[in-house]
T-cell receptor, first 109, second 112 residues
Framework: RKEVEQDPGPFNVPEGATVAFNCTYSNSASQSFFWYRQDCRKEPKLLMSVYSSGNEDGRFTAQLNRASQYISLLIRDSKLSDSATYLCVVMDSSYKLIFGSGTRLLVRP | DTAVSQTPKYLVTQMGNDKSIKCEQNLGHDTMYWYKQDSKKFLKIMFSYNNKELIINETVPNRFSPKSPDKAHLNLHINSLELGDSAVYFC???????????FGSGTRLTVV
C-alpha cells in the first residue's frame, strides 16, 4: 500500500466550477500535512499547509481528518491558471516529506 | 534572485559515465534535500542534510553520493550512470524539518 494515495485524475472542469481532491495516508504517526502544486515540467511549489481545524486561503480550502487519515483540498471558482497537478504531502515522524503521485486538474474555458 | 538553484538544468549523457549536479540555496535554510521524480511523476526522497550532516539516506544505490561542503550547498555525484537513472532530480531546502520545502527548478537527466 502506498504511503500517500491520491486519485490521479485528470479532473476536467469548466471555469468557475468547484472541484475537490482527496488523499489518504497510511502512517498514523504523520505529523504535518501540505498541498503542493506542480505545473508541467516545473518544480513543486507549496500551496498551503493543512491544519486539523481546517484552513482557507482565498478560493482554496484544506481539511484534515486525523481519525480517518484523510486530507482534502477544495478549489472554488476554478480559473484556467489553476490547471496543474496537485500533490498531497505528508511529513512522517522522521521529518521526511512523503509525496502522493498527484491529481491532475484541467480547467477548460 | 533564485532561492534554490540547481545546475545544470538539462544533462544528457551516456551509460557508464560519472556526472555531478550542483545545488545552492540563499535562503539561510539549515536543511537540504535531494528528491528524484521518475517517469511516473512520483517524487521520492533520496538524501537529506542538516547543517552539513547526513540525516536521511534512503535506499539509494551507492553509485549516488551526496556532498555538502557547507549548509548552503548540496551536490549530488552519480557514478556509472544507468538507463534507469533517467529522471528529474530536485534539490530542496527548509528551515528545520517541520516546515514545507522550497524546491529548485530541477535537473532533467537523460542517460542514453
Amino acid at each position: 500500500r502506498k504511503e500517500v494515495e491520491q486519485d490521479p485524475g485528470p479532473f476536467n472542469v469548466p471555469e468557475g466550477a468547484t472541484v475537490a481532491f482527496n488523499c489518504t495516508y497510511s502512517n498514523s504517526a504523520s505529523q504535518s500535512f501540505f498541498w503542493y502544486r506542480q505545473d508541467c515540467r516545473k518544480e513543486p511549489k507549496l500551496l498551503m499547509s493543512v491544519y486539523s481545524s481546517g484552513n482557507e486561503d482565498g478560493r482554496f480550502t484544506a481539511q484534515l481528518n486525523r481519525a480517518s487519515q484523510y486530507i482534502s483540498l477544495l478549489i472554488r471558482d476554478s480559473k484556467l491558471s489553476d490547471s496543474a497537478t496537485y500533490l498531497c504531502v505528508v511529513m512522517d515522524s522522521s521529518y521526511k516529506l512523503i509525496f502522493g503521485s498527484g491529481t491532475r486538474l484541467l480547467v477548460r474555458p | 534572485d533564485t532561492a534554490v538553484s540547481q545546475t545544470p538544468k538539462y544533462l544528457v549523457t551516456q551509460m557508464g559515465n560519472d556526472k555531478s549536479i550542483k545545488c545552492e540555496q540563499n535562503l539561510g535554510h539549515d536543511t537540504m534535500y535531494w528528491y528524484k521524480q521518475d517517469s511516473k511523476k512520483f517524487l521520492k526522497i533520496m538524501f537529506s542534510y542538516n547543517n552539513k550532516e547526513l540525516i536521511i539516506n534512503e535506499t539509494v544505490p551507492n553509485r549516488f553520493s551526496p556532498k555538502s561542503p557547507d549548509k548552503a550547498h548540496l551536490n549530488l555525484h552519480i557514478n556509472s550512470l544507468e538507463l534507469g537513472d533517467s529522471a528529474v532530480y530536485f534539490c530542496a531546502s527548509s528551515q528545520g524539518q517541520v516546515y514545507g520545502y522550497t524546491f529548485g527548478s530541477g535537473t532533467r537527466l537523460t542517460v542514453v
